[in-house]
């Protein structure tokens, strides 16, 4: 057979859009080429990202298996160009909903292992009756604390059309780096077509948020992700672009919420006693099927 048969479910979270591939006991071995297709939007199904779901005991990485006493699902996240990511904050939350939905997990809490660590999703009905997800992203932190550069910065980005720009680095699990746009330019009309160009380019590559204030607490974002290209959303970097503007301006409080808007909607961003942070949002499972993928 040149193809095999495969379900899925289509889902996203603020528009971070994602192919669901069941593999509950680990039988699949997705390869590169095969991930770019589900994800190719013209040739496939079309998606940022493509999560196969799995029983976390059947997981291949060691680390992951480490984690099956704390969740039983592992979130096995793949850009769109077939690379693996250690975490989607989007992508947990519509994890969440696709474990709940097809009744893999009980109660309002949801564990899930992810390639950095368990994470637990709280679910909780607002009342327009939508339910929203809260999920405990974990620890993070600045890359280069003591950065020589001084004021919070590490990185110099440079954009198309634009003087170069500085930037800070965090991980949440995954890169970031997070750069201020001066207030004359409209962020909307930044080129996000190629992905910016990071000095110190880092080993892993980096997702890139282009941020603008709007208010105390609140703020806009664009990205572009690694392994993808612009989204509408990113969710760990949301996370990130929060953490920096909190960071620049002191420490982040315990609870302080940042209100972050992006093309996809909004997510809410709390930091937590102990260095962790919590990210809300939305998540849709919008179609079911089944789809032929080429072998190889
Ligand atoms: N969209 C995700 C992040 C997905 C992984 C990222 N592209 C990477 O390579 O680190 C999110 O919502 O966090």
């Given at each position: 057979?040149?193809?095999?048969?495969?379900?899925?479910?289509?889902?996203?979270?603020?528009?971070?859009?994602?192919?669901?591939?069941?593999?509950?006991?680990?039988?699949?071995?997705?390869?590169?080429?095969?991930?770019?297709?589900?994800?190719?939007?013209?040739?496939?199904?079309?998606?940022?990202?493509?999560?196969?779901?799995?029983?976390?005991?059947?997981?291949?990485?060691?680390?992951?298996?480490?984690?099956?006493?704390?969740?039983?699902?592992?979130?096995?996240?793949?850009?769109?160009?077939?690379?693996?990511?250690?975490?989607?904050?989007?992508?947990?939350?519509?994890?969440?909903?696709?474990?709940?939905?097809?009744?893999?997990?009980?109660?309002?809490?949801?564990?899930?292992?992810?390639?950095?660590?368990?994470?637990?999703?709280?679910?909780?009905?607002?009342?327009?009756?939508?339910?929203s997800y809260a999920v405990d992203?974990?620890?993070?932190?600045?890359?280069?604390?003591?950065?020589?550069?001084?004021?919070?910065?590490?990185?110099?980005?440079?954009?198309?059309?634009?003087?170069?720009?500085?930037?800070?680095?965090?991980?949440?699990?995954?890169?970031?780096?997070?750069?201020?746009l001066p207030e004359?330019?409209?962020?909307?009309?930044?080129?996000?077509?190629?992905?910016?160009?990071?000095?110190?380019?880092?080993?892993?590559?980096?997702?890139?948020?282009?941020?603008?204030?709007?208010?105390?607490?609140?703020?806009?974002?664009?990205?572009?992700?690694?392994?993808?290209?612009?989204?509408?959303?990113?969710?760990?970097?949301?996370?990130?672009?929060?953490?920096?503007?909190?960071?620049?301006?002191?420490?982040?409080?315990?609870?302080?919420?940042?209100?972050?808007?992006?093309?996809?909607?909004?997510?809410?961003?709390?930091?937590?006693?102990?260095?962790?942070?919590?990210?809300?949002?939305?998540?849709?499972?919008?179609?079911?099927?089944?789809?032929?993928?080429?072998?190889?």
């Amino acid at each position: 057979m040149t193809h095999e048969n495969l379900a899925f479910t289509k889902g996203h979270g603020t528009e971070n859009d994602f192919v669901l591939v069941p593999d509950l006991d680990g039988e699949l071995d997705l390869s590169d080429v095969q991930v770019r297709f589900l994800a190719d939007r013209r040739a496939g199904l079309g998606g940022d990202g493509v999560i196969r779901v799995v029983r976390t005991e059947k997981a291949d990485e060691p680390d992951v298996r480490a984690l099956a006493p704390e969740a039983e699902w592992f979130m096995d996240y793949r850009n769109a160009d077939g690379s693996r990511a250690e975490m989607c904050g989007n992508g947990t939350r519509v994890f969440a909903a696709y474990l709940l939905r097809e009744g893999l997990v009980s109660g309002r809490r949801i564990p899930m292992a992810t390639r950095a660590g368990a994470k637990m999703a709280v679910v909780s009905e607002g009342s327009n009756g939508e339910l929203s997800y809260a999920v405990d992203l974990g620890p993070w932190r600045l890359v280069h604390p003591d950065a020589p550069t001084g004021q919070g910065y590490d990185t110099l980005v440079a954009l198309p059309g634009m003087d170069t720009l500085p930037g800070l680095s965090l991980d949440l699990g995954n890169p970031h780096v997070v750069v201020v746009l001066p207030e004359s330019v409209d962020l909307m009309d930044v080129d996000l077509t190629h992905p910016p160009v990071l000095n110190p380019a880092p080993e892993s590559g980096a997702n890139v948020e282009l941020v603008q204030m709007l208010g105390p607490g609140h703020l806009q974002m664009r990205v572009h992700e690694r392994g993808v290209g612009e989204t509408r959303s990113c969710g760990t970097g949301a996370a990130a672009a929060a953490l920096a503007l909190m960071s620049w301006s002191g420490a982040p409080a315990d609870h302080e919420e940042w209100r972050v808007d992006v093309p996809g909607g909004t997510l809410l961003v709390r930091a937590l006693p102990g260095q962790r942070v919590e990210l809300a949002g939305p998540a849709a499972l919008v179609a079911d099927g089944r789809v032929d993928v080429p072998r190889g």
